[in-house]
């Protein structure tokens, strides 16, 4: 039998050492690498340095909108209630996925941005342009503002790096967005240009999504699975407004 | 019932006046018998009609003729033995074998065999085209390249008898399922994906109860080999 053999830059277990991306993980890693480092270095393949490792930690803290009731750990806590863990947080990752929180969203805004960079500076009037052609990160529900977007914004200024090159383009586009046409950006436009700040490959930003949804779901999938509430089991019928058909005989009890 | 509860600070989501009630559309609850789209379960459905019957309304919103009702079955008896070969059986082994409970491995699996199922619909885009105007040469995703579907479908066609179908000689197997749900009615990407979930929980559930972490030594850890490439970070 053969079976061609599948090329992995992940990862290998040796019997004394272990290899991730392209690093050792007890001779090079241990001791040396964060929690945010070692997500994107698994997520991308780049190892961030400690400063730029920072802008992680600042995605992930901002983006802790863990509120139940939001759709995605909603979810969360519908798959958990009959006690796992494991069930809620993959019910989150999958649930959702190619929606309004799945990947999809965050990898759109990635190449709308790196395709907005690709056409050189720009005016606001040739922004404008473009971002009535079909702006891809934009639209808020139910609220004026992403509260996310506008913490990382002062946030990515306190640590000066608002006048990187991305997030330049990204401000530019929401200036006159907002202004122009009363369009909000949605937080992952933020995080698009953070990450494209951080010189990831455009390819690989859209997994950022799933660290997301994995720490705020986690902490409802572990809360949801230790509750187990029984309205989340099963709703009492009365709330449920029931548009069903109305009874109706089948074509067989009626003899055809 | 009274909520006394006061939020830390108010936002969209305790200030928007939000539906009370969740809307159901298909299935109703009753205190005597339940109804799928109208039709009673017990009453009806139970004493006239067969599970896959029930299945083909629960994907269309009415009840299979009887000719449609055949091809439905058969569609999805083709569709059912999904094999240890197959990701999706193997994933729900995997983590038998690693001594997952049976409802997680089971969990594991369906969601792999759903993703199958898009992968499969997405891939023969353009035979559910040809479906509309089966004169034409068959598209390319639906053919049989190496020939090694040859014999499966001719114990299909042998199966079909002389009944007027979609299945043609040279399809792969996968194109002969999707054109025996075609057959049925069935044609819409994802009332085909719905169908190849159900259908094809059947040979995950079973490869699954027979699996256990006694299977560990014998599982086959390097098929196929992975080969890990050190990256370059010079």
Not at chain 1, 146 to 174: N, P, T
Not at chain 1, 223 to 239: F, K, N
Not at chain 2, 134 to 163: F, K, M, N, V
Request: with cysteine; charged share 20%.
């Amino acid at each position: 039998m053969t079976v061609d053999p599948i090329e992995t830059r992940v990862a290998h277990t040796g019997g004394d050492e272990l290899r991730f991306r392209g690093y050792r993980v007890f001779g090079q890693l241990l001791g040396e690498t964060s929690a945010a480092q070692i997500l994107i270095l698994g997520m991308t393949g780049t190892l961030l340095d400690r400063d730029a490792a920072l802008v992680v930690d600042d995605i992930l803290v901002a983006m802790s909108s863990a509120d139940p009731r939001l759709w995605p750990f909603k979810v969360t806590r519908l798959a958990s209630a009959h006690g796992s863990v494991a069930a809620g947080v993959a019910a989150t990752l999958l649930a959702g996925e190619g929606g309004m929180y799945g990947s999809n969203r965050l990898a759109s805004a990635t190449s709308w941005l790196t395709g907005l960079a690709d056409r050189g500076p720009l005016d606001d009037a040739a922004m404008l342009a473009i971002v009535r052609e079909g702006a891809q990160g934009f639209g808020v529900l139910y609220r004026a503002r992403d509260e996310r977007f506008v913490a990382l914004a002062a946030q990515i200024a306190k640590r000066g790096r608002h006048e990187l090159r991305y997030w330049r383009l990204c401000m530019q586009a929401v200036r006159v967005a907002r202004s122009e046409l009363q369009l909000e950006a949605h937080v992952y436009l933020g995080l698009a240009a953070l990450c494209l700040d951080l010189r990831l490959a455009p390819q690989t930003v859209a997994a950022l999504s799933f660290i997301l949804l994995f720490h705020d779901g986690l902490a409802n999938a572990t809360e949801g699975a230790d509750q187990q509430p029984p309205v989340l089991r099963e709703l009492p019928w009365s709330a449920v407004d029931d548009r069903s058909m109305p009874l109706r005989q089948s074509p067989h009890a009626r003899g055809q | 019932m009274t909520d006394a509860w006061t939020p830390p600070s108010h936002g969209a989501l305790d200030e928007t006046a939000w539906p009370e009630r969740l809307v159901a559309k298909a299935v109703s609850r009753g205190d005597s018998d339940d109804r799928l789209h109208g039709y009673a379960l017990l009453g009806d459905l139970a004493r006239h009609y067969s599970f896959s019957d029930v299945l083909f309304s629960g994907l269309t919103g009415e009840l299979p003729d009887r000719a449609a009702s055949r091809r439905f079955a058969l569609a999805l008896l083709a569709s059912a033995p999904t094999s240890v070969a197959e990701a999706p059986t193997h994933v729900a082994l995997l983590g038998r074998i690693a001594g997952g409970a049976f409802s997680a491995a089971l969990g594991a699996g369906l969601l792999s065999l759903a993703d199958q199922a898009r992968s499969k619909t997405e891939h023969h885009a353009a035979l559910v085209a040809w479906f509309a105007d089966p004169s034409g040469e068959l598209p390319a995703c639906a053919c049989d390249a190496t020939g090694a579907d040859r014999a499966w479908i001719a114990s299909l066609q042998a199966t079909l008898g002389g009944e007027a179908t979609l299945v043609r000689a040279g399809m792969s197997r996968d194109a002969a399922k999707l054109a025996l749900f075609a057959d049925a009615g069935i044609r819409e990407p994802e009332r085909v994906q719905a169908a190849l979930t159900v259908a094809g929980s059947l040979g995950v559930i079973a490869e699954a109860l027979l699996a256990g972490p006694s299977g560990l030594g014998a599982y086959p850890v390097t098929l196929p080999p992975f080969h890990y490439i050190e990256p370059d970070h010079s």
